[in-house]
């Protein structure tokens, strides 16, 4: 690498609001970085997603491709 063109990069503490917390390594400046959803507590990871049914047309769908 070229000296005196790269960001310095260092680790950084990742805090959630569901209280989980890691380290990271990153060019941000500040030692704390603060996010609202990380993989502990984000629906898609933990299972908890769920598929939200405007006017069924997931059961309309089904249906129609049932028959096929």
């Known amino acids: 690498m070229k000296s005196a063109i790269h960001p310095e990069y260092h680790d950084v503490k990742v805090l959630c609001s569901c209280g989980n917390n890691f380290t990271t390594r990153s060019t941000l400046k500040k030692p704390e970085l603060h996010i609202e959803v990380c993989s502990a507590c984000h629906p898609f ?9 405007t006017g069924g047309r997931v059961d309309r769908f089904r249906r129609k491709y049932a028959r096929g």
């Open 45 to 53: 990871y933990t299972g908890k997603q769920k598929i939200v049914d």
